[in-house]
């Protein structure tokens, strides 16, 4: 397996305002698996998307990739763990304001020893024509495109995706999810992603449902949609 999810407990406040958000998590996740994370507002997706991440910790339990514990990594290592392994995407696209769409791309290069050629990827992402463009100058389709390029030119085995396409139109919306499938097919990244969208479910290998910090379901989808067909 390569993300082990072992027993996932986590928690927030203390005593009587304690509340227990992931309640015992245990999954699996394959290489270049899409694997889409889906529930209800405040079901735990994102803290269950963070201590994957290596953002945040949890209270007991485990997450290991390639049988590597992150909870035996001191900071240092896991500081490169981060850098090594993981690429993050956001609703928001955090770019840099007074650099290009190709120099906002490069920032991420930096954190890599063997980073994708930056203007073959810049094809990929349909921004070629816009590398000279200011974050200002973009529509918000090609900001999010310029945020997935930072985060994938150091071509990291695992994507996180934390409601990519929650800003975005519903054609835009099609067209980066359409990129991430494509990022996956071509680089062969395991891709996780957290959503409200129902939707999405269709263009997964996997699919996770989490209600009030528990694993409703966990499936294989047999009957993979591609995004450019996804409906909703
Ligand atoms: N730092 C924190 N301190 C206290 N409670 C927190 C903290 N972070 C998250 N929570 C609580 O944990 C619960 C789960 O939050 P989480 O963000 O993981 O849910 P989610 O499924 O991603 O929700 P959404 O879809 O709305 O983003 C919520 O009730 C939230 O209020």
Sequence with gaps: ????????????????????????????????EICVLLGPSGSGKSTLLNIIGGIDQADSGYI??????????????????RRKHLGY?????????????KENIEVGAYLS?????????????????????????????QQQRTAIGRAIIKNPD???????????????????????????TKYGNTVIMVTHNDAIKNMADRVIKIRDGEI????INE??????????
């Design 89 to 101: 995407i956001f609703q928001m696209y955090n770019l840099i304001p007074n650099l290009n769409v």
């Design 1 to 32: 397996m390569f993300i082990e999810i072992s027993n996932l407990k986590k928690g927030y406040g203390y005593d009587g305002n304690r509340v227990e958000v992931l309640k015992g998590i245990s999954a699996g996740v394959e290489k270049g």
């Design 158 to 184: 695992i994507l996180i995706c934390d409601e990519p396409t929650g800003a975005l139109d519903y054609k835009t919306s099609k067209e980066i999810l359409k990129l991430i499938e494509d990022v996956n």
């Design 216 to 219: 409703r379901k966990n499936y």
């Design 113 to 141: 020893d063997s980073p994708l050629e930056i203007n073959d990827l810049l094809k990929t992402l349909g921004l070629y024509e816009h590398r000279h463009k200011l974050p200002n100058q973009l529509s918000g389709g």
């Design 64 to 81: 290991a990739i390639k049988g590597e514990k992150t909870i035996d990594m001191n900071e240092k290592k896991l500081t490169r763990y």
């Design 223 to 232: 009957e993979k949609v591609c995004a450019q067909d996804l409906e909703w």
